[in-house]
């Protein structure tokens, strides 16, 4: 039991190397960095254009919810590739395993057609 233990010496070492470290050079640049402030450099600047107005304009929901479908359906390629390689080896096991997940792939791709997802107004 006490071997078991030192097994995670390492571990917790170079956690504690690694949080160390990072709190010591936030610490360090914190106390060493400049300390100059001023209206213009506290000013926001947007690739030279002047700020205009509220930068918290809300977004529509529908711009989050199409990057969240790319994200899962580019996520479903990833899946693909790794089946297409071993295709072969993989057998009639491992093609109905395919067609259950592009099934349900499809059901869901049907669901968000029908709740028009997809569609900007």
């Not at 300390?35 to 926001?44: E, F, G, M, T, V």
């Not at 254009?49 to 977004?59: D, K, L, T």
Request: charged share 20%.
């Amino acid at each position: 039991m006490q071997t078991e233990q030192f097994n995670y010496l390492p571990i917790l070492m170079q956690a504690l190397l690694a949080i160390g470290f990072v709190v010591t050079t936030i610490f360090i640049s914190g106390k060493l960095g400049p300390k100059r402030k001023s209206a213009a450099k506290d000013k926001n600047f947007e690739c030279g254009i002047e700020s205009v107005g509220n930068a918290r304009i809300p977004f529509s929901v529908k711009y989050f919810l199409v990057a969240i479908l790319f994200v899962l359906f580019d996520i479903e390629v990833i899946f693909l590739y790794p089946w297409a390689i071993n295709f072969k080896e993989l057998g009639i096991e491992g093609m109905i395993k395919m067609i259950v997940f592009m099934a349900l792939l499809l059901v869901g791709f049907f669901y968000i057609i029908k709740k028009k997802a997809l569609q900007w107004e």
